[in-house]
Antibody, heavy 121, light 107 residues
Framework: QVQLVQSGAEVKKPGASVRVSCKAS????????VSWVRQAPGQGLEWMGW????????NYVQNLQGRVSMTIDTSTSTAYMELRNLRSDDTAVYFC??????????????WGQGTLVTVSS | EIVLIQSPDFQSVTPKETITITCRAS??????LHWYQQKPDQSPKLLIK???QSFSGVPSRFSGSGSGTDFTLTINSLEAEDAATYYC?????????FGGGSKVEIK
């Protein structure tokens, strides 16, 4: 069955970086895109960006440009999201999600369990 | 940037009721509108894709309709397990985004 398993919770200081992993199984990794979505405590969902797992092409939300990077390791079927220069308002649960196809314009049919990133001095 | 406005923000309903949640887009998005259910401390789950296509395994009481700027999620004969927050999401253009969410409480 399709599974996306994310890395564990992180606590970081302001200005630090965090890398969250998302290991996929149960399907052909390169046949579907992966998006990252975050949710601040008690708030709604925010799309961060998308990576074409086949080509490595990315598309990031403008307000995170320069601080976020999304990469993949096809040898381990793992997607990564790195966020740099962390601020307190980056405290959130971060989700990876598989698109229903390779397109970046697709809905997401499977989600990771979420990774809580806490930014605090 | 496309803005999605959901209504109502909250509703408290009794089991077996039928409810609707609406999502209005600030500009036409065709059928590129999808609905998710999120329960506390869980990941979102896809219910409806492309406005009206039910996702595999989703109970038939969930249905979607609409196109252009106005969309509706209908839950027929509500069950206790349907207590959740529901989000619409547009994939017509970047930045992809979500409505603010509609919380459904079961009395």
């Amino acid at each position: 069955q399709v599974q996306l398993v994310q890395s564990g919770a992180e606590v970081k200081k302001p200005g630090a970086s965090v890398r969250v992993s998302c290991k996929a199984s149960g399907y052909t990794f390169t046949s579907y895109g992966v998006s990252w979505v975050r949710q601040a405590p008690g708030q709604g969902l925010e799309w961060m960006g998308w990576i074409n797992v086949y080509t490595g092409d990315t598309n990031y939300v403008q307000n995170l440009q320069g601080r976020v990077s999304m990469t993949i390791d096809t040898s381990t079927s793992t997607a990564y999201m790195e966020l740099r220069n962390l601020r307190s308002d980056d405290t959130a649960v971060y989700f990876c999600a598989r698109g229903v196809d390779t397109s970046g314009w697709a809905p997401w049919d499977y989600w990771g369990q979420g990774t809580l990133v806490t930014v605090s001095s | 940037e496309i803005v999605l406005i959901q209504s109502p923000d909250f509703q408290s309903v009794t089991p077996k009721e039928t409810i609707t949640i609406t999502c209005r887009a600030s500009q036409p998005i065709g059928s590129s509108l999808h609905w998710y259910q999120q329960k506390p401390d869980q990941s979102p789950k896809l219910l409806i894709k492309y406005a009206s296509q039910s996702f595999s395994g989703v109970p038939s009481r969930f249905s979607g309709s609409g196109s252009g700027t106005d969309f509706t999620l209908t839950i027929n004969s509500l069950e206790a397990e349907d207590a959740a927050t529901y989000y619409c999401h547009q994939s017509n253009s970047v930045p992809l985004n979500f409505g603010g969410g509609s919380k459904v409480e079961i009395k």
